[in-house]
């Protein structure tokens, strides 16, 4: 096992920008690190010089505490998994878990025991004498993990594995991977752009956006305490509705301002984040789950009209346009579209319909403020 270092590493290609940015990052002895991102945002990049397959423009690489930026891959002691599976079409499973070992020179009786104590692991036992194409996508995955496990590396390198798994097998996949990652105790680095798999199998996850790493932290810190903007919103499902709207303080209060309508915070926000002067735009961020239908009396609500509605069995997503309710119209979007639409999360059983005005609640013990410019939270603490 060992720790992994990455320290200002960036890789150019050309004359483009940085395809990965001065990235630093440490991955400690058996964790489940997941870099998460959008497309092109660099974090296969990432792996692939982790892994040696490109080389680095600048920076240190360490593994177990060794420079590794001019160690070949096969020098390197990890072992990769690819998107593709990458099987020998004519080989059995048995003999494709163990080829690596059989070009090493490890004894018959050697591959046998690390190949059977692979399948033990990956549930494989009865499909040995197969080849990769009589089985499911699910059971290749699991051949080619085997492939990886038998070297026992000192770090397991993943590029996204469950891509080209059905949405149900990804599920389970997701679980056998964590089991198994678990049960081995070896630094695993993970990559995929699917926010959810990076919810819920990473020990901590690193969120990257053209090049640069935006946070790391666990799952839940990043969905609780998002660092700026992008995060926020790139992390959950259905995402953070992003408003913009603008700021009105007094001695004893602050408001923020949607169109005509105002909603005014608890005094404690003047504490704990570094809110803008009276008359600044701001974004405020809140959760699906922390929009909430309130009574027509009730106080500090904006009006929504119910623009469209999505029944999935266990919630309904209720789609929102917030009204400027002097007129009966929707808000002018100005240059930011976001400042009229709302996500709410509701009951299964919501009798809501398109086209119902509603009286909505933006729980402020859960809403997050974001620098209108820079994207950065203004939260202190």
Request: glycine share 8%; proline share 5%; charged share 25%.
């Amino acid at each position: 096992m060992a720790e992994i270092d990455f320290e200002g590493v960036t890789k150019v290609f050309g004359a483009g920008p940085p395809a990965v940015d001065g990235l630093t990052l440490h991955v400690n002895e058996g964790e489940f690190m997941v870099l998460v991102g959008p497309s092109g945002c660099g974090k296969t990049t990432a792996l692939r010089m982790l892994a040696g397959l490109e080389e680095i423009s600048s920076g240190t690489l360490r593994i177990g505490g060794v420079v590794v930026n001019n160690t070949l891959p096969k020098d390197r002691d990890v072992a990769m998994v690819f998107q593709n599976y990458a099987l020998y079409p004519n080989m059995s499973v048995e003999k494709n878990i163990g080829f690596a070992l059989k070009i090493r020179g490890d004894s018959k009786s050697e591959i046998k025991r690390k190949v059977d104590e692979a399948a033990a692991i990956l549930h494989l036992e009865d499909y040995l004498e197969r080849r990769p194409k009589a089985l499911s996508g699910g059971q290749r995955q699991r051949v080619a993990m085997g492939r990886a496990i038998v070297r026992s590396p000192r770090a397991f390198l993943m590029d996204e594995p469950l891509s080209n798994l059905d949405a149900k097998l990804r599920v389970e996949m997701r679980l056998e991977i964590a089991r198994i990652q678990r049960l081995l105790g070896v630094a695993t680095v993970y990559v995929t752009h699917d926010q959810v798999e990076a919810m819920t199998m990473g020990d901590r996850v690193a969120v990257m956006r053209d090049g640069k790493l935006q946070q790391v932290d666990t799952p839940q810190d990043l969905y609780d305490r998002p660092a700026n903007e992008f995060v926020a919103g790139f992390m959950g499902s259905p995402p953070m509705n992003l408003i913009r709207c603008r700021v009105r303080s007094g001695e004893d209060r602050v408001e923020v301002v949607f169109g005509d309508q105002v909603v005014e915070l608890p005094w404690h926000y003047t504490s704990s984040h570094t809110l803008p002067p009276s008359g600044v735009d701001v974004v405020v961020g809140v959760r699906p789950e922390d929009v909430l239908v309130a009574d027509a009396s009730s106080t500090n609500t904006i009006k929504a009209r119910v623009e469209r509605r999505e029944a999935l069995g266990s919630e309904i997503l209720v789609h929102l346009s917030h009204l400027d309710v002097t007129v009966g119209t929707e808000v002018a979007t100005r240059d930011d579209a976001r400042v009229s639409t709302l996500v709410a999360k509701m009951g299964p059983r919501s009798s809501v319909s398109v086209g119902d005005v509603l009286s909505v609640q933006i729980s402020p013990e859960h809403a997050h403020f974001f620098d209108a410019v820079t994207g950065a939270t203004l939260r202190e603490n």
